[in-house]
Protein backbone atom coordinates (compact mmCIF):
# COMPACT_ATOMS: atom_id res chain seq x y z
CA UNK A 1 0.00 0.00 0.00
CA UNK A 2 1.27 3.59 -0.88
CA UNK A 3 1.85 6.42 1.77
CA UNK A 4 -1.08 8.45 1.78
CA UNK A 5 -0.43 12.41 1.58
CA UNK A 6 -1.04 14.16 4.79
CA UNK A 7 -4.25 14.34 5.33
CA UNK A 8 -5.81 11.22 3.31
CA UNK A 9 -5.67 7.75 4.40
CA UNK A 10 -5.51 4.80 1.16
CA UNK A 11 -8.55 2.74 1.14
CA UNK A 12 -6.79 -0.99 0.79
CA UNK A 13 -7.88 -2.48 -2.41
CA UNK A 14 -8.91 0.95 -3.34
CA UNK A 15 -5.67 2.64 -3.86
CA UNK A 16 -7.24 5.49 -6.27
CA UNK A 17 -10.32 6.18 -3.19
CA UNK A 18 -8.54 8.83 -0.70
CA UNK A 19 -10.75 9.68 1.91
CA UNK A 20 -10.11 13.53 3.71
CA UNK A 21 -9.74 13.16 7.26
CA UNK A 22 -10.66 15.78 9.60
CA UNK A 23 -7.97 17.67 11.27
CA UNK A 24 -8.33 17.65 14.81
CA UNK A 25 -7.60 20.66 16.42
CA UNK A 26 -5.26 20.70 18.58
CA UNK A 27 -6.13 24.41 19.74
CA UNK A 28 -9.24 24.05 21.00
CA UNK A 29 -9.30 25.92 24.02
CA UNK A 30 -5.70 26.87 24.95
CA UNK A 31 -6.44 29.99 26.84
CA UNK A 32 -10.27 29.40 28.62
CA UNK A 33 -12.20 26.55 30.76
CA UNK A 34 -15.67 26.25 29.58
CA UNK A 35 -16.92 26.82 32.48
CA UNK A 36 -20.63 25.50 30.53
CA UNK A 37 -18.81 22.20 30.96
CA UNK A 38 -16.24 21.85 33.46
CA UNK A 39 -16.09 19.64 36.55
CA UNK A 40 -13.18 20.22 38.92
CA UNK A 41 -11.99 17.36 40.89
CA UNK A 42 -10.77 17.75 44.42
CA UNK A 43 -8.47 15.07 43.88
CA UNK A 44 -7.92 13.52 48.08
CA UNK A 45 -7.13 16.60 49.68
CA UNK A 46 -7.68 14.96 52.53
CA UNK A 47 -6.84 16.20 56.12
CA UNK A 48 -4.41 13.75 56.44
CA UNK A 49 -2.38 15.46 53.44
CA UNK A 50 -3.30 18.97 53.74
CA UNK A 51 -3.32 19.31 57.50
CA UNK A 52 -0.96 16.78 58.90
CA UNK A 53 -0.70 17.16 62.65
CA UNK A 54 3.31 17.33 62.11
CA UNK A 55 3.69 21.15 62.44
CA UNK A 56 6.47 21.09 59.60
CA UNK A 57 4.55 19.27 57.27
CA UNK A 58 1.55 21.18 58.05
CA UNK A 59 3.44 24.11 57.16
CA UNK A 60 4.70 23.32 54.13
CA UNK A 61 1.64 22.19 52.77
CA UNK A 62 0.06 25.70 53.79
CA UNK A 63 0.57 26.83 50.09
CA UNK A 64 -1.12 23.67 48.23
CA UNK A 65 -3.89 24.17 50.71
CA UNK A 66 -4.58 28.35 49.86
CA UNK A 67 -4.28 27.24 46.31
CA UNK A 68 -7.00 24.73 46.66
CA UNK A 69 -8.97 27.51 48.22
CA UNK A 70 -8.47 29.74 45.72
CA UNK A 71 -9.22 27.49 42.96
CA UNK A 72 -12.49 26.08 44.74
CA UNK A 73 -13.65 29.55 44.82
CA UNK A 74 -13.37 30.53 41.34
CA UNK A 75 -14.89 27.08 40.31
CA UNK A 76 -17.83 28.10 42.40
CA UNK A 77 -17.71 31.83 41.11
CA UNK A 78 -18.20 30.49 37.53
CA UNK A 79 -20.88 27.34 39.06
CA UNK A 80 -18.74 24.47 38.30
CA UNK A 81 -19.52 21.38 39.75
CA UNK A 82 -17.20 20.36 42.20
CA UNK A 83 -16.25 16.57 42.61
CA UNK A 84 -14.31 15.59 45.98
CA UNK A 85 -12.34 12.36 46.30
CA UNK A 86 -10.85 10.71 49.64
CA UNK A 87 -8.85 7.28 49.72
CA UNK A 88 -10.63 5.33 52.13
CA UNK A 89 -10.27 1.88 53.54
CA UNK A 90 -12.23 -0.28 55.69
CA UNK A 91 -10.44 -0.10 59.42
CA UNK A 92 -10.50 -4.33 59.39
CA UNK A 93 -8.16 -3.52 56.80
CA UNK A 94 -10.49 -6.17 54.20
CA UNK A 95 -9.91 -3.91 51.20
CA UNK A 96 -6.33 -3.02 51.45
CA UNK A 97 -4.12 -3.69 48.21
CA UNK A 98 -1.28 -5.42 49.42
CA UNK A 99 0.15 -6.47 45.76
CA UNK A 100 3.81 -7.17 45.77
CA UNK A 101 5.02 -3.98 43.16
CA UNK A 102 8.90 -3.27 43.06
CA UNK A 103 8.60 -0.19 44.77
CA UNK A 104 6.33 -1.56 47.80
CA UNK A 105 9.22 -4.49 48.32
CA UNK A 106 12.01 -1.60 48.10
CA UNK A 107 10.27 0.53 50.65
CA UNK A 108 8.42 -1.63 52.67
CA UNK A 109 5.54 0.27 52.37
CA UNK A 110 2.39 -0.91 51.16
CA UNK A 111 1.60 -0.43 47.41
CA UNK A 112 -1.29 1.50 48.68
CA UNK A 113 -1.78 3.26 51.80
CA UNK A 114 -5.44 5.32 52.35
CA UNK A 115 -6.93 6.88 55.44
CA UNK A 116 -9.46 5.07 57.82
CA UNK A 117 -12.73 5.35 56.50
CA UNK A 118 -15.30 7.70 58.94
CA UNK A 119 -11.51 8.89 61.22
CA UNK A 120 -11.12 12.69 60.94
CA UNK A 121 -8.14 12.29 58.32
CA UNK A 122 -9.99 11.16 55.77
CA UNK A 123 -12.24 14.12 55.94
CA UNK A 124 -11.22 17.88 54.43
CA UNK A 125 -10.04 20.84 55.81
CA UNK A 126 -12.33 23.30 56.71
CA UNK A 127 -11.38 25.97 54.64
CA UNK A 128 -12.22 23.53 51.38
CA UNK A 129 -14.84 21.48 53.20
CA UNK A 130 -17.73 20.38 50.65
CA UNK A 131 -20.85 22.30 50.41
CA UNK A 132 -24.55 20.54 50.05
CA UNK A 133 -24.43 20.69 46.54
CA UNK A 134 -20.69 19.31 45.96
CA UNK A 135 -20.61 15.87 45.08
CA UNK A 136 -18.04 13.50 47.62
CA UNK A 137 -16.73 9.99 46.68
CA UNK A 138 -15.36 7.35 48.47
CA UNK A 139 -12.37 6.01 46.61
CA UNK A 140 -10.71 2.92 47.34
CA UNK A 141 -7.82 2.81 44.29
CA UNK A 142 -5.70 5.27 42.68
CA UNK A 143 -7.91 6.47 39.83
CA UNK A 144 -10.77 9.12 40.65
CA UNK A 145 -12.82 6.73 38.31
CA UNK A 146 -12.39 3.25 39.08
CA UNK A 147 -15.50 2.26 41.41
CA UNK A 148 -16.39 5.56 42.67
CA UNK A 149 -19.44 6.47 40.22
CA UNK A 150 -17.28 9.78 39.52
CA UNK A 151 -17.54 9.26 35.39
CA UNK A 152 -21.36 8.34 35.68
CA UNK A 153 -21.85 11.60 37.72
CA UNK A 154 -19.78 13.59 34.71
CA UNK A 155 -21.76 11.95 32.23
CA UNK A 156 -25.26 12.61 34.12
CA UNK A 157 -23.88 16.26 34.59
CA UNK A 158 -22.95 16.37 30.51
CA UNK A 159 -19.56 17.51 31.62
CA UNK A 160 -16.85 16.60 28.95
CA UNK A 161 -13.70 18.88 30.29
CA UNK A 162 -12.07 18.10 33.55
CA UNK A 163 -9.94 20.42 36.30
CA UNK A 164 -7.72 18.66 38.37
CA UNK A 165 -4.81 18.80 41.46
CA UNK A 166 -3.85 16.73 43.95
CA UNK A 167 -1.70 13.91 45.66
CA UNK A 168 0.63 12.03 44.89
CA UNK A 169 0.98 13.76 41.83
CA UNK A 170 2.72 10.77 39.92
CA UNK A 171 0.64 8.48 41.37
CA UNK A 172 -2.81 8.66 42.07
CA UNK A 173 -3.47 12.22 40.03
CA UNK A 174 -1.81 10.79 37.09
CA UNK A 175 -3.42 8.16 37.30
CA UNK A 176 -6.79 9.67 36.65
CA UNK A 177 -5.30 12.14 33.64
CA UNK A 178 -4.54 8.96 31.95
CA UNK A 179 -7.87 7.65 32.42
CA UNK A 180 -9.64 10.83 31.72
CA UNK A 181 -7.60 11.25 28.57
CA UNK A 182 -8.95 7.83 27.60
CA UNK A 183 -12.25 9.10 28.62
CA UNK A 184 -12.19 11.54 25.74
CA UNK A 185 -12.18 14.11 28.80
CA UNK A 186 -10.14 17.65 28.06
CA UNK A 187 -8.34 18.18 31.34
CA UNK A 188 -6.52 21.02 32.63
CA UNK A 189 -4.10 20.03 35.42
CA UNK A 190 -3.57 22.91 38.34
CA UNK A 191 0.62 22.61 39.46
CA UNK A 192 -0.08 24.50 42.69
CA UNK A 193 -2.36 22.07 43.47
CA UNK A 194 -0.59 18.93 43.36
CA UNK A 195 1.86 17.71 45.99
CA UNK A 196 4.13 14.53 46.47
CA UNK A 197 6.32 12.69 48.54
CA UNK A 198 8.99 12.31 45.76
CA UNK A 199 10.36 15.75 44.14
CA UNK A 200 11.55 14.10 40.92
CA UNK A 201 8.53 11.70 40.26
CA UNK A 202 6.18 14.69 40.85
CA UNK A 203 8.20 17.40 38.82
CA UNK A 204 8.87 14.61 36.02
CA UNK A 205 4.62 13.70 35.84
CA UNK A 206 4.06 17.57 35.89
CA UNK A 207 6.55 18.61 33.11
CA UNK A 208 6.66 15.42 31.11
CA UNK A 209 4.40 12.78 31.38
CA UNK A 210 0.83 14.32 31.84
CA UNK A 211 1.67 16.70 29.27
CA UNK A 212 0.35 14.02 27.24
CA UNK A 213 -2.86 14.03 28.05
CA UNK A 214 -3.82 17.26 29.61
CA UNK A 215 -2.75 20.68 29.65
CA UNK A 216 -0.42 21.67 32.76
CA UNK A 217 -1.58 24.84 34.20
CA UNK A 218 -0.33 27.52 37.10
CA UNK A 219 -2.92 28.48 39.39
CA UNK A 220 -2.83 31.75 38.40
CA UNK A 221 -3.08 30.48 34.69
CA UNK A 222 -6.41 28.28 35.74
CA UNK A 223 -8.07 31.22 37.23
CA UNK A 224 -7.59 33.51 34.15
CA UNK A 225 -8.91 31.04 32.46
CA UNK A 226 -11.78 30.60 34.23
CA UNK A 227 -12.41 34.17 33.92
CA UNK A 228 -12.95 34.05 30.20
CA UNK A 229 -16.46 34.51 29.57
CA UNK A 230 -17.93 30.92 27.52
CA UNK A 231 -18.59 31.76 24.04
CA UNK A 232 -22.32 30.60 22.51
Not at 105 to 117: A, H, K, Q, R
Request: glycine share 6%; proline share 7%.
Amino acid sequence: MRCARPGFVSVIGSPRVQIRMSAMSTRATPDRIDASRAALIVYDACRRALTPADPARRAAMRPVLDAWVALIGACRARAVPIIYTTPVSRADGADVVLLPTDLSVETGVPSLTNCVEGTPDAGFPDEIAPRPLDYVYLKRRPSAFYGTGVAELLRMLRRTALVIGGGATNRGVETSVREAFSMDLDTVVVRECCWGGDGAAHAYSLDKSMKMYARVRTLAQALAMLAVPTVR
